[in-house]
């Protein structure tokens, strides 16, 4: 059986706005094993990002027990054991694209760093654009190169909010394809977060998430 690497059991999620109480996340209990491939589906404002923000250890659970029995304490999993792609890439404008691939690596202590950029680059096709700016890339090189930071430490689970979310149709497929392609014969887990059906059914797994509950459901894989 694999590794267990995220358990939640019936975490919620509640905050203050206005005076008003808001449950952005309704009591839910699920697992993340390593090799998973889960897509995160619901409506834009249905409580996907605050999910995987906990899930990430990002934010901080008002009840309930989340833990990482795979990968150790809340605050050692990342950015060694986690990688997270938000819907913007937010590269850093001033730096080349391997300089921003090298960021984690060096707060993570990686003493070759470059190398380890160079390959994250070459494993989603994006060698040639090492010495780019920011500002020199299209849509989807920015979020492959984002993707690829996020993939550079290796890391046993991959967190990625509406990474399609900004490109069109053609592009996301694209972006899709590299991210799925280059964690072949991994055991890393991943979790795509997308209100794109299309995204979802190249999933293994999906879950629904509506209204802050959720939903575990799974579904045939789909090319």
């Known amino acids: 059986m694999p590794d267990i690497l995220v358990e939640g059991k019936v975490v919620t999620r509640r905050f203050s706005q206005g005076g008003s109480d808001i449950c952005a996340l309704q009591p839910a209990s699920f697992e993340i094993r390593a090799g998973d491939r889960i897509a995160l589906l619901g409506r834009s404002g249905s409580g996907k990002s605050t999910l995987?923000?906990?899930?990430?250890?990002?934010d901080?659970?008002?009840?309930?027990?989340?833990?990482w029995p795979a990968l150790g304490p809340h605050d050692a999993i990342r950015p060694g054991f986690v990688g997270i792609v938000f819907q913007a890439p937010s590269l850093i404008p001033t730096l080349s694209v391997v300089e921003n691939i090298e960021v984690p690596l060096r707060i993570a202590g990686d003493f070759s760093p470059r190398s380890q950029a160079l390959k994250a680059l070459e494993s989603l096709g994006l060698a040639g654009i090492a010495d780019k700016v920011p500002d020199e890339l299209s849509g989807g090189q920015a979020q492959r190169v984002a993707l690829a930071r996020a993939m550079a430490l290796q890391p046993r689970l991959i967190l990625a909010d509406e990474p399609t979310g900004q490109l069109d149709q053609s592009i996301a497929r694209q972006t899709v394809d590299a991210l799925l392609y280059s964690l072949e014969g991994s055991d890393a887990a991943l979790?795509?977060?997308t209100h794109d059906p299309s995204v979802a059914r190249r999933m293994k797994t999906t879950w629904l998430m509506d209204h802050g509950q959720l939903q575990l459901s799974a579904v045939a894989e789909s090319t």
């Open 52 to 58: 995987l923000h906990l899930i990430a250890g990002l």
């Open 60 to 67: 901080t659970p008002t009840g309930g027990l989340l833990r």
């Open 191 to 193: 979790v795509v977060a």
